[in-house]
């Protein structure tokens, strides 16, 4: 069988746990999904931005948001 393009990468700033989020994929030790963090890039937020407004995330957890969803 082939391997998907998700299991050659890490994520790991990337967690999922059913009695968090409802189980959806979030950013490592917050409650911020990846959903979320791909929602604020499509409304036009840059990473700086974001990174300011949310100081638990770092430009690479946003990076590897991207990549997870990618």
């Known amino acids: 069988m082939a ?3 998700h299991e050659d990468m890490t994520f790991d700033r990337i967690a999922t746990d059913p009695a ?3 189980g959806k ?3 490592r030790g917050t ?3 990846v959903e979320f963090v791909l ?3 499509r409304n036009g ?3 700086d931005e974001i990174v300011s407004d949310y100081p ?3 430009a690479a957890d946003i990076s590897q948001c991207v ?3 990618g």
């Open 25 to 27: 994929p979030r950013v």
């Open 20 to 22: 968090i989020c409802l």
């Open 31 to 33: 409650r911020i999904t």
């Open 39 to 41: 929602k604020l890039l």
């Open 3 to 5: 391997k998907t393009e």
């Open 45 to 47: 937020c840059a990473v």
């Open 56 to 58: 638990e995330l770092t």
């Open 67 to 69: 990549a997870f969803r």
